[in-house]
């Protein structure tokens, strides 16, 4: 549908707003939505019911009305008292950035294990949303045979999703267990492997299909990739390695969605090596290097061995030197840069599995 994007943010983060909104726009385009404007507020502090002040939800509002939009959504968690004001208010669908992050993975997860981590998501994200107020359903006084209907409906809503929660962590634990099991094979083969890792859209899966051979989707949009794949690579010196792609990161992941992914990200638990992709024509490639080094830490993968990779270096305005000093540039697209990064994973490899020697033979099973 037709949407207009709000951001709205205190004093405090002004600086931070025109990036915030871009990225917000780029998750509503990877979502199908078309965006007819954008409104951006700073504020001494956040309304607590509205976000926006009122006069200025007005004035959306009419906006709203003037460019045929349905939809507002909102470059922050709303609370889900928030959003049922700001929706009473409005008239319109209220979509917050959780939301619509959420929206993206249910589009884009295509295994039976990411379908089932992004329902997951969903599910913690709408339990707390069940219990606002209805006014199709009809409430009577609390206590022991106070309850009305709508209370009651309620009520089971609750119940079953606590309980499809609870089928869902299930499932995954045991989704988990095979994932481990596949990990431990390949241990046992004793082929070292490399995880790239990254902001999203910084070209994770163009880097997998240029340096594997593979036909890996890669598109670009945020979160074009969700479900983990791995590839077998040869090394200049034949060695073959195990590369596998991973999902994005982004600022301020819904904490549910970061939950329910962390299974997957058990696949670089063991990574003889990181690749660490950055987006070099971003101009906000500084905080996306931040965030990505947040969430390692978090993932509490920051003591494996790291190699920047800064790609899209062809669309950069003007070489910069500097970028060769803190990784290795490259252009996913363009085979003909990638013999630098070859050798650097090689090099790394014979630091981290200082077995496999030049005349050692390595399997050649993919994994």
Known sequence: GRAILVHVCD?????????????????????????????????????????????????????????????????????????????????LKVVDRTQLILDIFAQHAESSDGKLQVELAQMKYLLPRLGQRDDALSRLTGGIGGRGPGETKLEVGRRRARERITRLNSRLKQLGRQREQRRSRRKRRGTPTVAIVGYTNAGKSTLLNALTGSDVIAEDKLFATLDTRSRSLRLPSAREVIVTDTVGFIRDLPKDLFAAFRATFDETQDADLLLHVVDASDPCRSEHLETTDKLLLDL?????????????????????????????????????????????????????????SADEPTSSQPA
């Open 300 to 356: 509490r993968l920051e003591r494996i061995p790291r190699i920047v990779v800064f790609n899209k270096c062809d669309q950069l305005d003007a070489p910069q030197p500097t970028l060769a000093s803190r990784g290795v540039p490259i252009s996913a697209l363009d085979p003909s840069t990638l013999g630098p990064l070859r050798d650097a994973i090689e090099e790394r490899m014979e630091v981290s599995h200082p077995l496999l």
């Open 11 to 91: 004093k405090q983060h002004a600086g931070q707003a025109e990036d915030s909104l871009r990225e917000l726009e780029e998750l509503a385009r990877t979502a199908g939505v078309e965006v007819v404007d954008t409104v951006l507020q700073v504020r001494d502090r956040v309304d607590p019911r509205y976000a926006l002040g009122r006069g200025k939800l007005e004035d959306v509002v009419i906006r709203a009305m003037q460019l045929d939009a349905e939809t507002l959504i909102f470059d922050r968690d709303l609370r889900p008292a928030q959003a049922n004001s700001i929706a009473r208010m409005t008239d």
